[in-house]
Structure formats: C-alpha cells, structure tokens
C-alpha cells in the first residue's frame, strides 16, 4: 500500500530564503507526482506535476524533482514570499486509469517579512 | 468556466442526521472524487467515479453513498451522521483521458461538523 510522508510537517522562515521542502513515498510504481497549495479555508490549486518518465518541472519561482529509485521528491521555491505561506501537500497517482491520488499530510510554510 | 463548485460551504448536523454534499464541474471531465480532510491530515479519498453510472470505493467509504446520474454531478450522501464524520470534504475532477499530465481540479470544500 502507497504511504506518503512529508516533512517537515511545519517550516518558518525569514522573506528572502530559499528552502525546500521534502515528500517521500514507498511504492515506486507511480504515474505522476503532483505538488498542490492549500490556503486556509480554500481548497486545492495545483503547481506542479512530474510524470513518472520525467525528473523535474519548473514554474517560476518553484522546481519540483522526482527521483523513483530513491521514493522521493522535493519542492523548492526561490526567493520565499510572504504570499507563499501555505500549506503544500504532495500526492501520488498510481493508476492512469483512474487518476486516483494518494496525499502526504502537509508542510504548513510560513514566510515572515 | 464555475469549474468544480460545492454547497453547502458550511454544515452543522446532529448525530444520526442525513445530509447530501452537492458537487458539479463543468469541465466535461470524466472522472470524479469525494476526499475527507481531517485537521493536520491530508486527504482520504472517500469515493469515486470514471463515468456517468460508475462509481467505486476508495480509502474511506463506510458512512457514506454516491451516484453519478450525469457527467456533471457528483453527490455525497451522509446516511447517519456520526461526530467521526466531522471533517472538511472536498470534490475534484479530472479529465480522465489516461494521460500522465492530467490533474485534478478541487472545489473549495464543505466544512461539515457533527454534534
């Protein structure tokens, strides 16, 4: 059965600082892995998506990377903005025939100015 | 495009009350879920479905029924609430083409507690 962690489940930082953050998942046999924020009280919007024959995809400030072998993936964002204190949750999809996702619990960032 | 919306945005029900989650896309996508979000977690997956009259069991069914009459809508249905079903729900789409790049779209949640 697919497990997926994320850590860490919190993270403050100072405006400015580059971080990254980690997501780690047990079944290799992925089909994509996706990177979506949460803003309180709202739901889902999607930033990322790494299909399972790719390695890396980047939006602006953001690049997530996808290593299989290993089970993991990370996120990192440049230049952290208050604007992108979120929550930002990973999920795998293991079945393109359902496009059913398999969530980590969450890294609750805070940027401070 | 409304694209994935959801009502009621907030309910307050009594242990054993019946209520349904309402749940449209206008995306013409195929395939559709019900997820549970419970505080500091991440989402469960309650139900889905890959087509009109096709729906399927996910990580976290039990007190909970779903019909898919149309491609549009995708309803949830509390037969006997329970205060464990006190959570945030949310309903997303997909285009359901099979491709690799495909995501899911998310509507903006039902917060719902059990009393």
């Known amino acids: 059965k697919q497990e997926v962690t994320q850590i860490p489940a919190a993270l403050s930082v100072p405006e400015g600082e580059n971080l990254v953050l980690n997501c780690s998942f047990t079944d290799s046999a992925i089909y994509n892995l996706q990177w979506f924020r949460q803003d309180p009280g709202k739901g889902l919007t999607s930033l990322l998506l790494?299909?399972?024959?790719?390695r890396e995809q980047t939006s602006g400030r953001l690049n997530a990377s996808l290593d299989k072998s290993s089970g993991r993936s990370t996120l990192y964002i440049a230049a952290s903005q208050p604007g992108d204190s979120a929550t930002y949750l990973c999920?795998?999809?293991?079945?393109?025939?359902?496009?059913?996702?398999?969530f980590g619990t969450g890294t609750r960032l805070q940027v401070f100015p | 495009n409304a694209g994935v919306t959801q009502t009621p945005k907030f309910r307050i029900l009594k242990i054993g009350q019946s209520m349904t989650l309402q749940c449209a896309q206008d995306m013409n996508h195929n395939y559709m879920y019900w997820y549970r979000q419970d505080p500091g977690m991440g989402l469960k997956l309650i139900y889905y479905s890959v087509g009109a009259g096709i729906t399927d069991k996910g990580e976290v069914p039990n007190g909970y029924n779903v019909s898919r009459s149309t491609t549009e809508d995708f309803p949830l249905r509390l037969e006997l609430a329970a205060p464990s079903q006190t959570s945030v729900y949310f309903c997303?789409?997909?285009?359901?083409?099979?491709?690799?790049?495909?995501?899911?779209?998310f509507g903006p949640g039902t917060r719902l507690t059990v009393l």
């Open positions: 997303a789409s997909s285009l359901g083409l099979g491709r690799a790049e495909d995501t899911q779209y």
């Open positions: 790494i299909q399972s024959s790719q």
């Open positions: 999920a795998g999809a293991q079945s393109y025939n359902t496009d059913k996702l398999i």
